[in-house]
C-alpha cells in the first residue's frame, strides 16, 4: 500500500489518480483475508505513469510493472473497462500517503458478475463475505440500479440483500 501512495502522489501533478482494483482491493477490505500476489490498477497507460513506476525502481515487463527486490507486481493499466476507474471509491492515507480503492460496492459488483456468469463458486464466497462485512455501509440501491438490466445478476444482489438483512 505504501508503494501504492507514492505511485499516487507521483502522478498527482498529471491528473492520474491510480485506483486499487481486483484481489488487491478485496485483500484490503477483507483485512488480508484473501491473499493476491499481484497489485492490480485502474489506471491508463502513457509516458507519466511509465515514468513514476521506473522512478520508483520498477522494471516493465508486458503488462506489469515489477520490483523483484521488494517481491512487489503491479498490473497496470488494468483493462479497458474495468470497474473503479469512474465509479465510487474508498480513499485511505497510508503512512501520510493518499491510496484510492475501487468502491466496495463495485468490487461486491465485480465478484457477483464472476459468480453469476462464470458459475465462481470462490467469487460466490467472497460476493457473500463482503455483503455481510459491509451490511450497513453499502448502497443496496446503487447495486439495484447496476444490475437491473441482467435478471440473473438482479437476483443474485437480492438474495445478498436478504441474507445481510437489509
Do not use: C
Not at 477483507?30 to 505513469?49: F, K, Q, R
Not at 445478498?160 to 438483512?165: K, R, T
Amino acid at each position: 500500500m505504501i508503494a501504492l501512495g507514492m505511485l499516487t502522489r507521483a502522478l498527482a501533478p498529471h491528473g492520474i489518480e491510480p485506483v486499487l482494483v481486483g484481489g488487491g482491493a478485496l485483500e484490503f477490505y477483507t483485512a488480508g483475508g484473501y491473499a493476491t500476489s499481484d497489485v492490480d490498477l485502474a489506471l491508463p497507460s502513457g509516458p507519466e505513469v511509465d515514468a513514476a513506476f521506473a522512478e520508483m525502481g520498477f522494471s516493465k515487463e508486458g503488462r506489469y510493472w515489477v520490483r523483484d527486490d521488494l517481491d512487489l507486481l503491479f498490473e497496470a493499466p488494468a483493462p479497458a473497462g474495468l470497474p473503479g476507474e469512474n465509479a465510487l471509491r474508498t480513499e485511505v492515507e497510508v503512512d501520510g500517503l493518499r491510496v484510492v480503492v475501487i468502491g466496495i460496492e463495485d468490487l461486491l459488483l465485480d465478484r457477483l458478475r464472476a459468480w453469476v456468469h462464470w458459475q465462481s463458486g470462490e467469487d460466490e464466497r467472497w460476493a457473500r463475505r463482503l455483503a455481510l462485512l459491509y451490511r450497513e455501509r453499502i448502497d443496496w440501491q446503487y447495486l439495484r440500479d447496476r444490475t437491473k438490466q441482467v435478471a440473473e445478476e438482479a437476483d443474485a444482489v437480492t438474495q445478498l440483500a436478504e441474507e445481510a438483512g437489509t
